[in-house]
């Protein structure tokens, strides 16, 4: 398997990751992320970013779904997402 699609299968990992938990109702402090997934805070930055049309900010560092997507995604939509990420 080639460095970038070791890196690619992580970040789809991550974000199903992130996703997964915001679904069920978590709020995601970014300082959290990079002890959690073992990256810098400047990627934690951009999977967020790739994130952005799904969620709200509360605060600096904190982010949550948007309330009209809670409970929405199953699997299959995360998945749908990843891909149209291109992941």
Do not use: V, W
Request: glycine letters at 6%; aromatic letters at 6%.
């Amino acid at each position: 398997m080639s460095q970038r699609t070791k890196a690619q299968e992580a970040l789809g990992i991550r974000l199903a990751d992130i996703l997964t938990r915001l679904n069920q109702g978590e709020t995601i402090d970014i300082q959290n992320l990079p002890e959690r997934y073992g990256i810098s805070l400047r990627t934690a930055q951009r999977d967020l970013n790739r994130l952005a049309p799904l969620l709200q900010t509360t605060g600096t560092r904190y982010y949550r779904l948007d309330q009209n997507q809670y409970g929405r995604l199953n699997k299959d939509e995360i998945r749908r997402i990843c891909h149209f990420a291109g992941l």
